[in-house]
């Protein structure tokens, strides 16, 4: 299992780019206005990027759900004192909870296309949806029921 706890060096907010291509970084990038400096006209994002127009989708975290960047970690969540009881009572052995540490948050993300706004049959927006609706549909309480519990 996983648990999520805030990192000493929590970024804050941040916006996730998702280009159309591959670049064999991950992590933070030093960017300078010279090389990435999006627009905003008109509800539509545009940007160039190595001398190809892209246009930028931004798909917003629903009401009740967070994005969360995370990196992984080697520290272990100690259990409790009534976990350790349980689990010398059922003698089975019982599997550690890793911490992943939570290093930024988002609320929005955006998807870039090129030379077209990226639209429902991208993978990565079709993803986001298909996600939250599987999502709510794990967690939801039905139809017409936010928030309240079926009688």
């Not at 970084?25 to 010279?34: C, W």
């Not at 009572?89 to 890793?98: L, R, S, V, Y």
């Amino acid at each position: 299992m996983l648990a999520f706890q805030k990192s000493e060096s929590h970024k804050g907010k941040c916006t996730p780019n998702i280009l159309p291509c591959r670049i064999n970084h991950t992590g933070p990038v030093d960017t300078s206005k010279r090389y990435w400096n999006p627009t905003a006209r008109d509800g539509k994002q545009t940007a160039y990027f190595r001398g190809r127009k892209l246009h930028g989708r931004s798909i917003a975290v629903p009401p009740g759900y967070r994005g969360v960047v995370a990196t992984k970690s080697d520290k272990i969540l100690p259990k409790s004192k009534i976990e350790v009881e349980a689990e010398e009572e059922d003698e089975g052995k019982e599997e550690e909870t890793k911490i992943m540490e939570e290093i930024g948050t988002w609320d929005e993300m955006v998807v870039w296309g090129h030379e077209a706004l990226a639209d429902e049959g991208d993978p990565y927006v079709r993803g986001v949806e298909e996600w939250v609706a599987f999502s709510k549909a794990l967690h939801g309480f039905g139809e017409g029921d936010e928030g309240e519990e079926k009688k």
